[in-house]
């Protein structure tokens, strides 16, 4: 893997995972020695990241952690809802019925995951029902460019992480999504995807709003 390759997934990676946190400042020279890479595959790293939207170099020369606010959230969140209901027709369309069923089952027995703790394994389980649908829809193209929309999300998700009520309902929204892909019925499996989106994101606008609030001077 070549150097600004390995640069751009460790950044990407610490981003995602709440590692490198919004409007962090991104020194070069500090990256370049913690990755160990030199400060030109760093900056093709940078680029491609400013590129996606994960880092904004627009506010002087140190490039920073782009912010998650409310109007990016929505917006994503927009087009994931356009993307994910018509993903999950089409999964119901062409489903593996026996994976559909399993991750069903895995998910309405997630509560145990959720009551012990283990919000990681939980998030495992949401890849793995990701993956599913990726395959089940049998269009590399579109698996991507919902792929690269659910990066985005998954930063204000870990925001609301430690909201358990709503995990729990969470996981109950996906039991259904996998049971209608399972039975083949894609307007349900478009509708539970949509009632889904929409409950996350009522929840993360509400923590960003908390958020907000906390940082705001008195």
């Known amino acids: 893997m070549r150097a600004s390759d390995r640069a751009y997934e460790a950044l990407r990676g610490d981003i995602l995972a709440w590692r490198l946190r919004p409007g962090t400042p991104l020194s070069e020279i500090e990256l370049a020695e913690r990755l160990g890479v030199s400060r030109t595959p760093l900056r093709a790293a940078l680029a ?26 929505r917006g994503y969140f927009e087009l994931r809802e356009a993307l994910e209901t018509h993903a999950a027709k089409l999964a119901a369309r062409r489903r593996d019925v026996a994976v559909f069923a399993d991750l069903a089952e895995r998910f309405d027995r997630a509560t145990g995951l959720l009551d012990a703790g283990d919000i990681d394994s939980y998030y495992a389980l949401i890849a793995e029902f990701d993956q599913a649908l990726a395959v089940a829809i049998e269009n590399p193209a579109f698996a991507a460019s919902l792929d690269a929309v659910r990066a985005h999300l998954a930063r204000a998700r870990r925001m609301a992480a430690d909201n358990a009520e709503r995990l729990r309902r969470s996981a109950s929204e996906h039991r259904l999504i996998c049971e209608a892909i399972r039975d083949g019925d894609e307007a349900l499996a478009a509708s539970a995807v949509s009632a889904h989106l929409r409950h996350a994101l009522t929840t993360i606008l509400a923590t ?11």
């Not at 491609?48 to 998650?68: C, H, K, P, Y």
Request: proline letters at 3%; charged letters at 30%; hydrophobic letters at 40%.
């Open 48 to 73: 491609r990241l400013a590129v996606e939207g994960f880092v904004d170099t627009t506010r002087g020369r140190t490039a920073i952690v782009s912010d998650v606010s409310e109007h990016s959230v």
């Open 208 to 218: 960003l709003a908390v958020r907000d609030r906390q940082e705001t001077p008195a």
